[in-house]
């Protein structure tokens, strides 16, 4: 059996239960790359159906993948929930990702 290349932290699952209550029973969310920079990703989160291309983790309630296939390529995903005071969301990075603040490109000011 393989290791779970999905990981998701306490804060996150308590956040994405309360943005789940009313969604039917044990919905699916599909984390994906809405788009990349020249930082690197950016990852997105959907309510979506699974397929058998799909890395799937039940969390009990609700379930979450990805595709099989961006999990090698990525080498697996954090998914967490920020709080710092002035801002707040999700925050979720591939185990590859460039770190948060880590140098510019100089084109696109991210």
Not at 36 to 45: I, N, Q
Not at 52 to 79: N, P, T
């Amino acid at each position: 059996m393989t290791e779970a290349r999905i990981e998701v932290t306490e804060g996150a699952l308590t956040e994405i239960r309360s943005a789940l209550e009313g969604k039917g029973e044990h919905p699916t969310l599909r984390l994906y790359i809405a788009g990349m920079s020249c930082r690197g990703p950016s990852w997105g989160m959907a309510l979506d159906e699974p397929s058998e291309d799909d890395e799937r983790v039940d969390m009990g309630d609700f379930s979450i993948v990805a595709e099989k296939a961006l999990l090698e390529q990525v080498g697996g995903v954090q998914v967490d929930y920020v709080d710092s005071g002035w801002q707040s969301g999700f925050s979720i990075r591939g185990q590859n990702d460039e770190e948060p603040g880590a140098g510019h490109c100089g084109s696109c000011g991210c």
